[in-house]
């Protein structure tokens, strides 16, 4: 079965995301029932780090909110943070406190490898998501199916 795909739609224009569900599949399923709940629909990015990453997904708009329950850490060795366009949870001091919050990495920081769950890719958009600012608007985000493997 193919990956799905993550529609992302912001007030700076749309983004793919390749979902690792095959190799992330407790991160992944977390995220696809936030977006299947609309969770997402409407909050903004709170947080840029220039060269570093663009984080959103806070229901509160500061980066101290969450979806009232957490997953646990799960890091795959082969899902890196090596390049921009990489998609993780973000969360707090303790491994197994992910949420709702996630980050897409605007360039590579391998430093963060084993320690925030990678659960996805950037596959159309990555000049929009370096476009993106704190305070830009995730207007929804929705599922497709992924093309399939050739």
Do not use: W
């Not at 605007?106 to 769950?117: C, I, Q, V």
């Amino acid at each position: 079965m193919a990956n799905r795909v993550a529609l992302l739609e912001t007030n700076k224009g749309n983004i793919r995301i390749e979902l690792f569900e095959d190799k992330a599949p407790i991160t992944s399923q977390n995220f696809v029932s936030l977006v299947e709940d609309k969770f997402y629909d409407g909050l903004t990015f709170h947080r840029y780090e220039p060269n570093f990453v663009i984080q959103g997904g806070c229901p509160i708009g500061n980066g101290t909110g969450d979806a009232k329950r957490t997953i646990p850490l799960e890091v795959v060795p082969e899902l890196k943070h090596d390049k921009a366009g990489m998609v993780a949870m973000a969360r707090s001091q303790h491994p197994d406190s992910a949420s709702c919050q996630f980050y897409i990495t605007l360039a590579p920081a391998g430093f963060l490898d084993m320690k925030y769950a990678v659960f996805g890719t950037v596959i159309d958009g990555l000049g929009v998501v370096q476009e993106l600012r704190a305070g830009d608007r995730i207007v929804k985000i929705s599922m497709e199916e992924a093309e399939p493997a050739a």
